[in-house]
């Protein structure tokens, strides 16, 4: 199992730890400076929640490897108060992304905190291979411009199924490195469309390995925007957007990389 702590702070447990392909975030609070200043709900969730990507950061993550988020706070009401202005917290901290969250009140919080976050988060490729006899693959890539002949709406919309399409390459790649053939799909778990696609935009779709089975592997993968066209038509610099991502299960040959049978 591989763990990490927090540069910088000492708490006598781990901030987080590894398994099976999986980073286990532990609770954190916000720095005991903005606890002590009672500024209110919103300055507290997000320090606490800069905390948490702050963990996943220095094991080598990033915003958009966590999968879920829970969110203990002692007065649910002051949470759904603040909800229009925790939206910007959460932009800022997760760069777009929108994990699956729970929110949970309790009685206290160690320190006065009024919120704690923990979290998992598919666990970066150092930390899933530690202890493993196979190395964890490292991401499939695909960059490219879309192109007129992609469109399939009115304003240079570009089909779903093109993500997809990307999707079964990044997915062809990581069969033909984890079990020397071009695999099968089995099944997408999950598809979410988050922003449209356009004819010109640059993209950039990822892959990894998240979890292996005898012949199975579980991957996620995402199609993100890097640089995208107005609804003019002009290409505009813009911060990478999360356009598409997935879950999907493949079956590869059974003699993965690195192991003879």
């Given amino acids: ?19 099976a392909g999986v980073l286990a975030l532990a609770g954190q609070t916000a720095e005991q400076a903005v606890i002590d200043a009672a500024d209110g709900f919103v300055p507290e969730f997000d320090s606490a929640l800069r905390n948490l990507v702050g963990a996943l950061t220095e094991a080598g993550g990033a915003p958009s490897d966590i999968l879920h988020l829970r969110v203990f706070v002692t007065n649910i009401e002051a949470y759904v108060a603040a909800r229009s202005q925790l939206g910007d917290a959460f932009r800022g901290a997760l760069d777009g992304h929108y994990p699956a969250i729970t929110l949970v009140e309790v009685a206290g919080l160690v320190g006065g905190a009024h919120v704690e976050i923990d979290g998992l988060a598919v666990a970066p490729v150092a930390m899933a291979a530690e202890g493993s006899p196979v190395e964890l693959s490292a991401d499939a890539v695909i960059r490219l411009r879309l192109a007129p002949s992609d469109a399939r709406y009115a304003g240079g ?10 999707f079964a390459d990044l997915e062809t790649e990581l069969a033909l490195r984890e079990g020397g053939d071009e695999g099968l799909c089995v099944a997408y778990d999950m598809v979410e469309f988050l922003e449209p696609l356009r004819v010109g935009d640059f993209v950039e779709g990822r892959a990894r390995v998240v979890s292996r089975g005898r012949s199975s592997r579980r991957i996620t993968a995402e199609v993100t925007k890097v640089l995208e066209v107005d609804d003019a038509g002009v290409l505009m610099p813009s911060a990478p957007k999360i356009a598409v991502r997935a879950s999907v299960t493949i079956v590869v040959g059974r003699t993965p990389r690195g192991e003879t049978g």
């Fill in 157 to 166: 919309l570009v089909a779903g199924s093109k993500a997809m399409e990307i």
């Fill in 1 to 19: 199992m591989s763990r990490v702590r927090l540069s910088g702070r000492r708490s006598g447990y781990h901030a987080g730890a590894a398994s």
